[in-house]
C-alpha cells in the first residue's frame, strides 16, 4: 500500500504543495503547479520547475525521491536520472524538473496554458 491510496484531493494538494516548497529550497527555478483534472480525463497534477544543471536537475530529482518515499509515496516509474528532463511519476502528482534549455523547447507552461495554476 502506498501513501497516495485512499488520500483526500486536498491532501494530494497539501503534498503537490509540500513538494514544490522543497523544491524551491533547492533552488528550483519557476516552479508551477499545475491542476490538469479539468483539461485532461487520466491527469491530475503537474509540478514543474528548473534547474541550473543536469547535475543539479538529479540532485533535485533524488530528494524529492527521498521525501517522497519517507512520506509512504513511491515513484512509479524509472526516472532518467542522467536526462535534461527527468520525470518523476507518483500517480496523482508527475513531476518535471527540466534544465532550462529543455524546458524552453518542450514549453509544458503553454502547452497546458489553460488548466489551472496553483500557489504553493
Not at 509540500?18 to 503547479?33: E, F, M, S
Not at 519517507?70 to 527540466?98: A, K, T
Request: glycine share 8%; proline share 2%; with cysteine.
Amino acid at each position: 500500500m502506498t501513501g497516495q491510496e485512499n488520500i483526500s484531493e486536498n491532501g494530494i494538494i497539501e503534498m503537490t504543495r509540500r513538494c514544490a516548497r522543497l523544491l524551491d529550497g533547492r533552488k528550483g527555478d519557476d516552479i508551477l503547479i499545475i491542476d490538469l483534472k479539468r483539461v485532461n480525463s487520466y491527469l491530475d497534477y503537474f509540478l514543474i520547475t528548473t534547474g541550473n544543471s543536469r547535475v543539479h536537475c538529479r540532485a533535485m530529482a533524488r530528494e524529492l525521491e527521498k521525501f517522497m518515499h519517507e512520506n509512504g509515496w513511491r515513484v512509479r516509474n524509472r526516472p532518467d536520472h542522467e536526462s535534461g528532463w527527468i520525470i518523476l511519476d507518483f500517480g496523482e502528482l508527475i513531476v518535471h524538473i527540466f534544465t532550462q534549455e529543455l524546458r524552453e523547447y518542450y514549453q509544458l507552461d503553454k502547452l497546458w496554458g489553460d488548466a489551472e495554476v496553483i500557489p504553493y
